[in-house]
C-alpha cells in the first residue's frame, strides 16, 4: 500500500501541466484528442489514450504480458470476448514496465518513449523548430503534425502486421507478422514487394527463409503479376478493394462501404482481409492468400508433414515422419529430428513409401529423362547427404522425374497431391515402420499412427512449483503456505497419476513375440479361464519371468499374419496408464493370442456386483476410464475406436485404478469387411451401444463416447441400462434407452437436484457422496448418452470436466483462506488472484471475504 503513495506523487506532478496545457484534457473527460510539446502520456494511466474525432481508434499503452505494455494503436470497441484488435505498434519486439514509463513529445519535436522512466525504447527522431502536435486521425493513422500542416511522421508509414484502408505498402515497408495469438513480437511471416517487385509472402525463419506465395515454382507472368512496374504501392480502399502495381488485386467478399476493414499478416503465414461484423463484434475474414494452410512454409519445421484438418481451429496439425521425433515438445516449428542414425553403407538403407507426400524445394531435379524408380534409388543411395527423393510423373511430358531433397522442409500430405516421396531409414526398421504408416492410406481424413512416434511430456511442472515456492515465500503466513500447498500437492498427486499418464512411450518395453507352446505352458494347457469377451476367451497365465498375464485367444483367424501383425504391434504401441498392457502376442498357423497384464481386481462389472466400490472410487474409475479412452481417441488415433466399452471391459488393478481393456481388437477381429470407417457389423454389448450402430450411420468415435456415459450411469445407480425394459421386446430403438431415459425423466421430474439424484443413486452409496460432484458427473454422463452424436462431448472435454470442478473448489479454498488472512498485500492477492484465474478461468468464488 505504501508503494501507492509513493507513486502518486509524480503522477500529479505529470498531470497537472498536462491539465493546464490541453482544455480537453481535464478529469472529468480524459479523453484526449491530441497531445502537443512537452506533454506525455504514462503507462499508469489507463485513461490516458489518444482518440481520433470519430472515436474508432484508441492509441495508448497497451498490456502485452504481465506487466509488459507496448504503445499501440487499437479499435476502441471491444470485441465480444472484450478483446481488443491492435493495428500497430512503436515497441512490439521491447514491450516495456508498467511502471513509471511513458510516451512524450520532446520540445524539439521528438516522440519518445521510455521505459520506466530511463531507458530509451523507441523514438521517431524527428525534429521541428515551429510547434508539432501528436494526434490520430480517424483513418487510424497517429500523426505528427507541425503547426504549418507539415507531417513530420505517422504511423501508416511503419507499418506492424496490419494496413488499414488508405495506408500504403511501399518498397520502404513490410508487414511482418506476430509471433503468436498472444505474443505480439515479430514473427517469421513477412509481405513485402520482392527484388523483382513482386508482391509477396516469405516464411523468413531463423535458419531457413522461403517464399511461399505466389506459388514460388511460377513464374511472375505466370502468377499473373507483372515484374516492370518498379513503384512498388499496394493499398485498399475502404470497399475493400485492393491494388498493387505488380497487377495483383482483389476485392473483398463483402465490398462496400460504411464497413470496418484491415488487412493483418497472421501469425500463421496467411494474409487476410477482415470486416467488422458489429452486430456480433467478430472479425470476418472476407478475402485470404492462401487457402490450403499446409502450404504455409515452416509451419511443421523440418523433417515433419503438415496435414490438413478441418475441424480444427488451426485447420492443419504437423506430425513427424516415421523414424523421426519431435525435436522440442514446446515448439512445433522446430520440427523433427532422427530416432535412428544415419548410415552411409547401402546395405544398410531402405526406403518408405508416403504416397501424396510433398516436400518442397532443397533438391536436385532430375527432369530430362523418363527415370525408372530404380534408378532414383540408387542415385539417392549414392549421397550421403540424400534424405530421400520425390518420384513423381510430369503430366505434361509424360517423364516420371526424380527429384534429391537434401532438406526434409515444408511436407505437406494432400490426397490432391500425384507424386509419392520415398524417404531413406535403416533398412533393418524399415518393416516396422512400415506397419506404421498404414494410416496413409487409410480413409480416416485425419494424419494417423505417425503421432504416436511423439513423446508427450507434461508441460513443465517445474514452473508452477517454482512459481508456488515463490509465491508462498511472499506471503509470509506460514499456515497458509502449509494448508495452499499441502492442498496443491494433495491435488497434484491425484494428477500425478494423470501426469504420467500423458506421457507415453515408444514401444512398450517387454512387447514381444511369443510362441505358442510358451503360452500353452504359462495357461497350464489354457486351463484357467477368467473371461469370456469379444472375439475370444481369456486364460490366467504365469509367464516365464514369473510375471501374471491375462492371455487371450481370438476366436476368428482370418487374417494373414502380416496384417496381424501390423495391428497388434500398434496395440502394442499404446501405452497409458488407463488402458490395460499388452506384453505381447502369439502368431503360430491358425492361432492369433495377445498377452495383456492380469489385473488382480477384475472387471468393474463384477466389482459392481459385489458392492465393492463406494463413491469416491467410482468417481476415480470414471475419470480413469475417460483418461484411457480420450488416448485412444486423441491424436487422431480414431481409428482405435474401442466399440465396446462396458463395465466388463473396464479392469481394475489392486489399488482401483481402472484399466480399459479390449481396445483395437475391433479392428483386428474385422478386418477387410469394412465399408463405412471399417465398419460393417454391428458391435458392441445390448445396452451401451450409440443408436448409430442401429441407425446405420457414421460410425466415429463419438459411439465411445455414448457408451461410456451409460456406464456412468450404471456406476451412480447401480442399475443395469436394460432397466425397465422388455428383454423380449428386441426392436432395436425402445431397446436402448432403458436407464438413460430413466435418469433423464427423473431428473426433468424434481425441480431440487438434492430429490432426483437422491433417487437415482445406488442405494449402496446413499448418504455418502458428494452432490456437487455427483451432480455434474451425471450430467455429463447424460450429456455423453445424447442421442444426437454431435451433441456428445469428446472423451478429453468429459476428463477435463471432471477434473476442472476439483481444481476450481481448490484454488476457490485457497483464495478465500488468504482473503481472510491479515497482512495480505495487494501483491499477494493479486498473484492468487493470478492463479486463480489461471487454474479455473472462472473462479467464482472471489468475492469471500
Ligand atoms: C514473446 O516471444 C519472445 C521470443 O520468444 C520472448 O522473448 C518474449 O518474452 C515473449 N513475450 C511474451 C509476452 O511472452
Ligand atoms: C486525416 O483524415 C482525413 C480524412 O478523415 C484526411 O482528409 C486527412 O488528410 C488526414 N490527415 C492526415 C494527416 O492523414
Ligand atoms: C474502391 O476501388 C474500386 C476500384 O477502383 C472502385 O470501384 C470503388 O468505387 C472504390 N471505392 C471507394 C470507396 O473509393
Ligand atoms: C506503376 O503503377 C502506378 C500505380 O498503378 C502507375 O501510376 C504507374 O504509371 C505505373 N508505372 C508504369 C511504368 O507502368
Ligand atoms: C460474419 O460471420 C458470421 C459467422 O460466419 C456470420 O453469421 C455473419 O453474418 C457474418 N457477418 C457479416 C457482416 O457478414
Ligand atoms: C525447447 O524450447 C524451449 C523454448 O523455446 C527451451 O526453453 C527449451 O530449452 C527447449 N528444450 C530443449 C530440450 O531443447
Ligand atoms: C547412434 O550412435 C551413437 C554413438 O555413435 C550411439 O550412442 C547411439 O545409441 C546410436 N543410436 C541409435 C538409435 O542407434
Ligand atoms: C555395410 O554393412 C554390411 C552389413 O551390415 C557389412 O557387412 C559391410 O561390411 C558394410 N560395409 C561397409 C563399407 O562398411
Ligand atoms: C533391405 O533389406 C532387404 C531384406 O531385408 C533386402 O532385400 C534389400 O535389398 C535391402 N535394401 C537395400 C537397399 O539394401
Ligand atoms: C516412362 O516410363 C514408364 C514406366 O516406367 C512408362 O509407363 C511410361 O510410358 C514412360 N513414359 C514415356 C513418355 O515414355
Same mark, same amino acid.
Given at each position: 500500500m505504501q508503494n501507492h503513495h509513493f507513486m502518486a506523487t509524480p503522477i500529479l506532478i505529470l498531470i497537472i501541466p498536462l491539465v493546464l496545457l490541453f482544455p480537453s484534457f481535464s478529469f472529468s473527460t480524459p479523453h484526449i484528442y491530441s497531445m502537443s510539446e512537452g506533454s506525455s502520456l504514462s503507462v499508469?494511466?489507463?485513461?490516458?489514450v489518444l482518440i481520433s474525432p470519430n472515436g474508432v481508434f484508441s492509441a495508448g499503452f497497451y498490456s502485452v504480458g504481465i506487466n509488459a505494455y507496448c504503445f499501440a494503436i487499437w479499435y476502441r470497441e471491444p470485441l465480444y470476448d472484450g478483446s481488443h484488435t491492435t493495428v500497430?505498434?512503436?515497441n512490439r519486439d521491447q514491450p516495456i514496465n508498467g511502471r513509471q514509463s511513458k510516451l512524450t513529445l520532446l520540445k524539439n519535436g521528438n516522440l519518445i518513449l521510455t521505459d520506466a522512466g530511463?531507458?530509451?525504447?523507441?523514438?521517431?527522431?524527428t525534429e521541428s523548430i515551429s510547434s508539432v502536435q501528436l494526434l490520430l486521425n480517424d483513418t487510424g493513422n497517429l500523426v505528427l503534425l507541425t503547426?504549418?500542416?507539415?507531417?513530420? &511522421? !505517422?504511423s501508416f508509414q511503419s507499418p506492424t502486421d496490419t494496413l488499414l484502408p488508405y495506408q500504403p505498402l511501399t518498397r520502404n515497408t513490410k508487414l511482418v507478422s506476430s509471433l503468436s495469438q498472444n505474443n505480439y513480437?515479430?514473427?517469421?511471416y513477412k509481405l513485402f514487394f520482392d527484388e523483382e517487385n513482386v508482391l509477396s509472402l516469405v516464411y523468413d525463419g531463423l535458419e531457413i527463409s522461403s517464399k511461399y506465395w505466389p506459388d514460388p515454382w511460377l513464374k511472375s507472368w505466370e502468377a499473373?503479376?507483372?515484374?516492370?512496374?518498379?513503384?512498388r504501392i499496394a493499398v485498399f480502399n475502404s470497399s475493400g478493394h485492393f491494388k498493387s502495381t505488380d497487377d495483383f488485386q482483389f476485392i473483398a467478399?463483402?465490398?462496400?462501404?460504411g464497413i470496418q476493414r484491415r488487412l493483418t499478416m497472421d501469425h500463421d503465414g496467411n494474409i487476410r482481409m477482415y470486416s467488422l461484423d458489429e452486430k456480433n463484434k467478430i472479425w470476418n475474414v472476407? &478475402? !485470404?492468400?492462401?487457402?490450403?494452410?499446409?502450404?504455409?512454409?515452416?509451419?511443421?519445421?523440418?523433417?515433419s508433414l503438415c496435414t490438413y484438418v478441418p475441424h480444427e481451429k488451426s485447420g492443419r496439425r504437423c506430425s513427424c515422419i516415421p523414424g523421426y521425433k519431435i525435436k522440442n515438445e514446446t515448439d512445433q516449428s522446430l520440427g523433427c529430428e532422427p530416432n535412428f542414425n544415419f548410415s552411409c553403407n547401402d546395405s544398410e538403407i531402405g526406403f518408405l513409401h508416403l504416397p501424396h507426400v510433398e516436400f518442397y524445394g532443397y533438391d536436385d531435379s532430375m527432369v530430362c529423362e523418363n527415370y525408372t524408380y530404380k534408378w532414383c534409388v540408387n542415385k539417392c543411395l549414392q549421397s550421403?547427404?540424400?534424405?530421400g527423393f520425390q518420384y513423381k510423373i510430369n503430366l505434361g511430358s509424360g517423364f516420371y522425374n526424380c527429384y534429391r531433397k537434401t532438406l526434409l522442409l515444408n511436407g505437406h500430405r494432400s490426397p490432391s497431391f500425384e507424386g509419392d516421396m520415398y524417404i531413406k531409414l535403416p533398412n533393418a526398421s524399415i518393416r516396422f515402420y512400415k506397419s506404421h504408416v498404414q494410416g496413409f492410406n487409410s480413409d480416416c481424413s485425419h494424419p494417423l499412427?505417425?503421432?504416436?512416434d511423439r513423446s508427450y511430456k507434461k508441460p513443465k511442472e517445474n514452473g508452477t512449483l517454482q512459481f508456488m515456492v515463490w509465491f508462498a515465500s511472499a506471503i509470509g503466513g506460514v499456515e497458509i503456505i502449509c494448508i495452499c500447498l499441502v492442498l496443491y500437492l494433495l491435488y497434484r498427486s491425484r494428477q500425478n497419476s494423470s501426469a504420467t499418464t500423458q506421457s507415453y512411450f515408444q514401444?512398450?518395453?517387454?512387447f514381444r513375440k511369443f510362441t505358442y507352446d510358451e503360452l500353452k505352458k504359462a495357461t497350464r494347457n489354457f486351463g484357467e479361464e477368467i473371461g469370456r469377451g469379444s472375439g475370444g476367451v481369456v486364460y490366467k497365465g504365469v509367464l516365464s519371468n514369473r510375471r501374471v498375464a491375462a492371455i487371450k485367444r481370438l476366436?476368428?483367424?482370418?487374417?494373414g499374419e502380416d496384417e496381424f501383425l501390423a495391428e497388434v504391434s500398434t496395440i502394442g504401441r499404446?501405452?497409458?496408464?488407463n488402458l490395460i498392457e499388452v506384453w505381447g502376442y502369439c502368431v503360430d498357423g491358425k492361432h492369433r493370442l495377445l498377452v495383456y497384464e492380469y489385473m488382480e481386481r477384475g472387471s468393474l462389472a463384477e466389482n459392481l456386483t459385489s458392492n465393492a466400490l463406494d463413491w469416491e472410487k467410482r468417481f476415480y474409475i470414471a475419470v480413469g476410464s475417460a483418461k484411457g479412452l480420450a488416448y485412444l481417441h486423441d491424436e487422431c488415433l480414431e481409428?482405435?475406436?474401442?466399440c465396446d466399452v462396458k463395465p466388463q471391459n473396464i479392469l481394475l488393478d489392486s489399488n482401483y485404478q481402472p484399466k480399459v481393456a479390449d481396445f483395437g481388437l475391433s479392428k483386428l477381429l474385422n478386418r477387410?469387411?469394412?465399408?463405412h470407417s471399417g465398419f460393417s457389423r454391428v458391435r458392441g454389448t445390448r445396452g451401451y451401444m450409440a443408436p448409430e450402430w442401429i441407425f446405420n450411420f457414421r460410425i466415429t468415435s463419438k459411439v465411445d463416447v455414448y457408451s461410456y456415459g451409460v456406464v456412468v450411469l450404471e456406476m451412480v445407480?447401480?442399475?443395469?441400462?436394460?432397466?425397465?425394459?422388455?428383454?423380449?421386446?428386441?426392436?432395436?430403438e425402445m431397446e436402448q434407452r432403458g436407464l438413460v431415459k430413466w435418469v433423464r425423466e427423473k431428473k426433468n421430474e424434481n425441480v431440487s437436484k438434492e430429490l432426483w439424484l437422491e433417487e437415482i443413486i445406488d442405494p449402496m452409496m446413499k448418504d455418502r457422496y458428494d452432490a456437487s460432484k455427483m451432480e455434474i458427473l451425471v450430467e455429463v454422463a447424460l450429456q455423453c448418452a445424447d442421442e444426437d452424436k454431435d451433441a456428445r462431448p469428446t472423451m478429453s472435454q468429459v476428463v477435463e470436466r471432471l477434473l476442472h470442478h476439483e481444481a476450481t473448489l481448490l484454488m476457490c479454498f485457497c483464495v478465500a483462506v488468504m482473503l481472510l488472512e491479515?497482512?495480505?498485500?495487494l501483491g499477494n492477492l493479486l498473484v492468487v488472484a493470478g492463479l486463480a484465474v489461471g487454474y479455473s478461468g472462472v473462479c467464482s468464488c472471489s468475492g469471500v471475504g
Open positions: 499508469e494511466k489507463p485513461d490516458n500497430w505498434m512503436a530511463q531507458l530509451n525504447v523507441w523514438a521517431t527522431n503547426s504549418e500542416g507539415l507531417i513530420l &511522421w !505517422q513480437s515479430s514473427g517469421f499473373k503479376r507483372s515484374s516492370y512496374n518498379s513503384s467478399a463483402d465490398s462496400g462501404i472476407t &478475402w !485470404q492468400a492462401k487457402s490450403q494452410p499446409c502450404k504455409i512454409h515452416g509451419i511443421c519445421g523440418p523433417n550421403c547427404n540424400c534424405y499412427s505417425l503421432q504416436l514401444v512398450a518395453t517387454g476366436n476368428e483367424a482370418k487374417q499404446v501405452n497409458h496408464m481409428w482405435v475406436l474401442h477387410g469387411d469394412g465399408h445407480t447401480g442399475k443395469s441400462p436394460m432397466i425397465g425394459l422388455h428383454t423380449s421386446d428386441n426392436s432395436g491479515p497482512g495480505m498485500n
